[in-house]
């Protein structure tokens, strides 16, 4: 095997490709504009935030999206910062958001996560978390809002360890909180941070640094505070979990930082230890063993999203692919794995803070979009490599609500057919059939409620059929992983159904937890899954 070219190694220990998780309004579009700031992406914070404007710019391709003012799809930010190269997955948090925002994790080489310091856990970052941990990739987590009121900070951190079961190591810890709110103290250096909002994050702002021991601290911090700050730094050098970076990088310890990203305080901070802490592009899984970038000197990458539409004007379809290898030129031609042909690919582009730019070059940890003609599915590998490998496919997420489909107008089937297909192909819906009906009786299941409207909207405007969704009473659905299984002798609840999916596999849908348990005690041996594989 030829040598891997010094520039491209370079290109690809520079990137750090991450993912930010977080419940809506913990104030990750916050902290991502803060990051930008720092990274001289954008002149002025705020120009990410803009709901109806910049942010809308990066995925305006819908008009759900700009009736509910809420982003729809996910985008990704690229920005330089202290020789790093930074790919910013945004993942919507919105309780309406789809499988989309699980698949982006797929991409991620590890995650932020943000939480609100007055509200703990919340139900969406729950939901993100359990991808995260399936992939064992580092989570690193970031308290904010600490210029308002918080929960007592070993409260948050049991929040955090119970909540999602994975330990926690505070890199730094907050003095006050609200009005109280005087800075983080940073358990390594053993100084304070002082905290200053005058700046209110339009700039980077100078941040004062005071040692724990010098009597000057006194003019910001209390006796009460400074006290109080001594207690509880003995009480977690006791108690907590100790910093191990072999820990963090399987997943299993979050370093857990205090700030507000707001003020953009303790902002730059988090960011230079989170640099340190994360690593470049690692190997990743395929049929013929892990491909390291350190050694793959090809170009190959997979397909982790499909987003239609994106121009109204041309029905295009664009593949968002993760580069796991080499060097990305635009107009190269690649194999397709799964198409078992050569495709070259045309139109890169990569989105922006505030637009969608041509690239001409990519490397290893980078995500691009290309131009897709219909050919490329979720999971696909693309690669020059004469190895032809594949990677790793990406798991069906387990949809939450289901709906009964049907056409109004019977006379349009083929269309009905064909925009239903297209649609669960780009894996926006998934769609389940029982046994004994065909294609005019189907079940779709989708992650978040507002892929029903978008599948209703599509199927109007693409195709031209009109369709009625009558909402299906089930929650929970199951893979039966035992491939000997015979359905008829398996006995469940009565308000349990058995269906099969496009690729044949038998799934069961429960309405609640309760008659999952019950189905898997009276069935010994059953297994059943929360992802497809
Ligand atoms: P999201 O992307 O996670 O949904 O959250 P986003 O950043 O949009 O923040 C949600 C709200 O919380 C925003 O206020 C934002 O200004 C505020 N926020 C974010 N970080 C902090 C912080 O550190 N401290 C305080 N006090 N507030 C913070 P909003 O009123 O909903 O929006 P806007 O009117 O300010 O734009």
Redesign the pocket.
Known sequence: MSQIADEIKNQIKKRRTFAII?H???????LTEKFLLYGGAINLAGSV?GKATARHAVSDWMEIEKERGISVTSSVLQFNYGGYCINILDTP?HQDFSEDTYRTLMAADSAVM?IDASKGVEAQTRKLFKVCTMRHIPIFTFI??M??EAMDTFELLDDIENELGIATCPVNWPIGSGKEFRGVYDRNTKMVELFSDTHKGTTQGEVMKIAIDDPKLKEWVTDTQLSQLKEEIELQDGAGAEFSQELVSKGELSPVFFG????NFGVETFLLHFLGMTTSPLPRTSDQGAVDPMEEKDFSAFVFKIQANMNKAHRDRIAFMRICSGEFEAGMDVYHIQGGKKVRLSQPQQMMASERKMIDKAYGGDIIGVFDPGIFSIGDTLTTSAKRFAYEGIPTFAPEHFARVRQVDTMKRKQFIKGINQIAQEGAIQIFQEFNTGMEEIIVGVVGVLQFDVLKYRLENEYNVDIRLDNLPYEYIRWIENTDIDLDKLTGTSDMKKVKDLKGRPLLLFVNDWSIRMTTERNEGLKLSEFGR
Do not use: I
């Open positions: 977080s809506p309004d913990a104030g990750k579009t916050t935030k948090g943000v904010n809002k210029d308002r507000s990203a707001l003020t």
